[in-house]
């Protein structure tokens, strides 16, 4: 207790010997609190708000390793690219990898021809702020006996046969408030979408894909329709629900206290910077002026004393 004594008693020594530099020595600490209250306004207007829709549209699909198949013969087997471009305006990045196949299924019985896995050599991947894009590869084997089942579907279908594919990701989103220096937090993606294919018996022509939740909310569009019926939407709900809710009490809270705590201590070491400042020009001027006041009590004396000689 002594020792703390001793050394606030010693501090305000020091600040009641040099006022000056005590005033100086609060408007930096001051300067330093609004500034790091400033920085902590700066990240809770950038993450206000935590999360806003992801937009994606589908961009191409490409027919790779395709080999024509014969009814009742051979089978038909390709791998379908497919690539959808999307518009991350949060200031964090999603990045995705596949936790397991997906089935493939074509016609309307939903027979399945094959399984859906990541691209080689290709990152579905979201920038902060920035474009990105979701890979899928779709490897489809369709029997030759099934090749002549889809027949009658083909006929019915005016050549024309739904493919939908399952979408099983995981997707890591980073919602810390200092970026990648925070750990990222893995949560399941899961996707329905389809498209059409027709000309499976010479060269396949693939309709422009539309995702869904489900497979019975999947509405396909046709072969040479709007791409822009490919477009879907992830919000919020969707991506990290949970997640996203403690992120935002952190931001709240953590980001709200420091904004206080900062502001109001800059605010104080402001005004005792103010108050210093104005002791030491008080003092300066009752100096002065108690200079002039003696200096004109001397000058009266002097001549009170010529006077009486």
């Known amino acids: 207790g002594g020792y703390k004594e001793t050394q606030e008693t010693a501090m305000c020594g020091v600040c009641a010997r040099y006022p000056c530099s005590c005033g100086i020595l609060a408007a930096v600490i001051g300067t330093f609190c609004i500034f790091s209250a400033s920085c902590a306004t700066s990240i809770?207007?950038?993450?206000?708000?935590?999360?806003?829709?992801?937009?994606?549209?589908h961009a191409s699909t490409g027919v790779e390793n395709l080999h024509i198949g014969i009814p009742l013969i051979s089978p038909t087997t390709l791998d379908l690219i497919i690539q959808m471009n999307c518009s991350?305006?949060?200031p964090y990045s999603i990045g995705f990898e596949w936790?397991?196949?997906?089935?493939?299924?074509?016609?309307?019985?939903r027979t399945k021809v094959g399984d859906t896995s990541a691209v080689p050599g290709k990152v579905s991947y979201f920038p902060a702020d920035g474009f990105g894009s979701i890979w899928v590869r779709a490897n489809t084997t369709i029997s030759a006996m099934?090749?002549?089942?889809?027949?009658?579907?083909?006929i019915q279908s005016k050549g024309q046969l739904p493919l939908r594919l399952e979408l099983r990701q995981r997707l890591s989103v980073d919602v810390m408030l200092l970026g990648s220096m925070?750990?990222?937090?893995?949560?399941?993606?899961?996707k329905e979408c389809g498209m059409m294919i027709s000309d499976l018996g010479l060269k396949p022509k693939i309709g422009p894909m539309a995702c869904a939740d489900s497979f019975d909310q999947l509405a396909i569009?046709?072969?040479?329709?709007?791409?822009?019926?490919?477009?879907?939407?992830?919000?919020?709900?969707?991506?990290?629900?949970?997640?996203?809710q403690e992120g935002m009490n952190l931001k709240n809270w953590g980001l709200g206290i420091t904004m206080a705590v900062f502001y109001t201590l800059g605010a104080i070491l402001y005004i005792v910077a103010g108050w210093k400042?104005?002791?030491?020009?008080?003092?300066?001027?009752?100096l002065g002026k108690s200079a002039r006041d003696s200096h004109v009590e001397m000058g009266s004396s002097?001549?009170?004393?010529?006077?009486?000689?």
Request: with cysteine; aromatic share 10%.
């Open 44 to 57: 809770y207007i950038r993450l206000t708000p935590l999360y806003t829709t992801i937009s994606c549209e």
């Open 146 to 154: 099934m090749l002549a089942r889809l027949a009658g579907d083909l």
């Open 221 to 244: 569009p046709p072969v040479g329709a709007d791409p822009y019926d490919g477009t879907m939407r992830f919000s919020a709900k969707q991506v990290a629900p949970k997640t996203i």
């Open 277 to 286: 400042f104005w002791s030491v020009a008080r003092d300066r001027y009752q």
């Open 182 to 190: 925070g750990p990222k937090v893995s949560q399941p993606f899961v």
């Open 302 to 309: 002097s001549d009170s004393n010529e006077s009486a000689i």
């Open 88 to 90: 991350n305006p949060n």
């Open 99 to 109: 936790t397991r196949l997906g089935g493939v299924y074509l016609g309307a019985g």
